[in-house]
């Protein structure tokens, strides 16, 4: 009985890795994985009928699942998340929070907010908002479950829960572009003053 000797592919760490989740610039050797080998990797992705999303600038990559044909099939490698309402408004707001920090924090690479800092910013968008009083008072569910989902990440613990630190993830971007946080502020806007 003869055994062969396989020969794992270089990159076989990072694409285990990329199966579970996005990665992230933070997560050093795995980037540095990412980036030497990130030739090889799409043209092995694309083999399996996944892409590879690298957004250097903003330090986090992902895959997306390719369309298998014009009916949008697609193959199961990727988990999709499904997300409720509640969830949804929230992850818009943190868009939100990370759109005005980008803007006006040039010297900061993630944004860090308290748990408290989190709430006060989603109150100010219900302000005066009867049909919103469930959701504010429901933010320490979401903002647990929103980071259960990977798109926050806890920095610090404190005793008092609102003192809690959190990074919020730049992959929200990917999640809420642009286009879908200017559709829902102004949908948020025209609901708080009672035009929809």
């Known amino acids: 009985m003869t055994t062969e000797k396989t020969s794992i592919l270089p990159y076989t760490p990072v694409f285990i890795k990329l199966l579970k989740g996005p990665v992230e610039y933070l997560e050093k050797s795995s980037w540095e994985q990412l980036l ?4 090889e990797l799409t043209r092995f992705l694309q083999q399996l ?10 330090g986090y990559a992902y895959l997306e699942q390719a369309r298998l044909d014009e009916e ?19 992850l818009v707001l943190l868009r939100d929070m990370m759109a005005e920090f980008e803007v006006g924090e040039a010297g900061a690479r993630e944004l860090i907010k308290k748990r ?11 302000k005066e ?10 933010l320490d569910r979401l ?36 286009e879908i946080l200017e559709n829902f502020k102004q949908q948020l806007t ?4 009672g035009r929809i």
Not at 49 to 58: F, N, P, Q, R, Y
């Open 190 to 193: 025209e609901h708080a003053t």
């Open 49 to 58: 009928g996944l892409i590879l999303v690298l957004e250097k600038d903003d």
């Open 36 to 39: 030497t080998y990130q030739a």
């Open 116 to 126: 408290r800092e989190i709430k006060e910013y989603a109150e100010l968008f219900f």
């Open 72 to 90: 949008e099939n697609v193959a199961g490698w990727v988990r999709r998340i499904q997300l409720g309402y509640e969830e949804s408004i929230l």
């Open 129 to 138: 908002n009867p049909s919103r009083v469930k959701f504010i008072r429901d």
């Open 143 to 178: 903002i647990d479950r929103v980071e259960e989902l990977d798109f926050l990440e806890r920095v610090e613990n404190h005793d008092v829960s609102d003192e809690q630190k959190f990074r919020i993830k730049k992959i929200i971007k990917a999640r809420v572009d642009n």
